[in-house]
Nanobody
Framework: QVRLEESGGGSVQAGGSLRLSCAVY????????MAWHRQVPGKERERVAA???????SYGHSVKGRFIISQDNAKKTLFLQMNSLKPEDTAMYYC????????????WGQGTLVTVSS
């Protein structure tokens, strides 16, 4: 069973940057997709970026050009570099893993809070 643990959240002013990390514990499958999602109270959770085992990435429209998803396969760690942060990026950010990027999520992390002030 895979367990995910996020870190790196915090408070930053608009225009600033943060880097989130997600440590993966357990054995990874031969194929997988890892992603970052975010959720604001009262709204649905949205996927902001995803990366598969081959390194193919995809981004949500609202973060494209500002966020970069990457992974260190040897260290089993997922990253999200967030640049040019906006107040509307304020949310709880979750790491997730699934067999394929179009599949339902198989495991979630506990989340890390990002707060962007204007």
């Amino acid at each position: 069973q895979v367990r995910l643990e996020e870190s790196g959240g915090g408070s930053v002013q608009a225009g600033g940057s943060l880097r989130l990390s997600c440590a993966v514990y357990g054995n990874l499958w031969s194929t997988y997709c890892m992603a970052w999602h975010r959720q604001v109270p009262g709204k649905e959770r949205e996927r902001v970026a995803a990366i598969d085992r081959d390194g193919v990435t995809s981004y949500g429209h609202s973060v494209k050009g500002r966020f970069i998803i990457s992974q260190d396969n040897a260290k089993k760690t997922l990253f999200l570099q967030m640049n040019s942060l906006k107040p509307e990026d304020t949310a709880m950010y979750y790491c997730a893993i699934s067999l394929a990027c179009e599949d339902v999520v198989d495991a979630w992390g506990q989340g890390t809070l990002v707060t962007v002030s204007s």
